[in-house]
């Protein structure tokens, strides 16, 4: 069994900043992909911010210069950086990973249960 762990997340005024973390545990190596979806209110999931093995970023266009995406690949951990939030940036933000299963060897992936980031003043 593998699972994500969220932390983070919160009530924050518009402008501030937020640090997302998540933590990666269980029978599993080579996470070769880890990044945050968000779903806001009324809105379906999206991609905020992606990461691989290799260091390789993308990131939402919504987001692009005030987010910062890391991972340590050691660790097996993913942290998200958003500078100057918007009332927009209120979300429940996930934490998701690609890798591959011990067990199995064969690719998969997981979700975390998510984490409230809400932006108002």
């Known amino acids: 069994q593998v699972q994500l762990v969220e932390s983070g997340g919160g009530l924050v005024q518009p402008g501030g900043s937020l640090r997302l973390s998540c933590a990666a545990s269980g029978s599993m190596f080579s996470i070769y992909t880890m990044g945050w979806y968000r779903q806001g209110p009324g809105k379906q999931r999206d991609l905020v911010a992606r990461i691989t093995s290799g260091g390789s970023t993308n990131y939402a266009d919504s987001v692009k210069g005030r987010t910062t995406i890391s991972r340590d690949n050691a660790k097996n951990t993913v942290s998200l950086q958003m500078n100057s939030l918007k009332p927009e940036d209120t979300a429940v933000y996930y934490c998701?990973?690609?890798?591959?299963?011990?067990?199995?060897?064969?690719?998969?992936?997981?979700w975390g249960q998510g984490t409230l980031v809400t932006v108002s003043s």
């Open positions: 998701h990973a690609g890798f591959f299963a011990i067990a199995t060897m064969r690719a998969t992936d997981a």
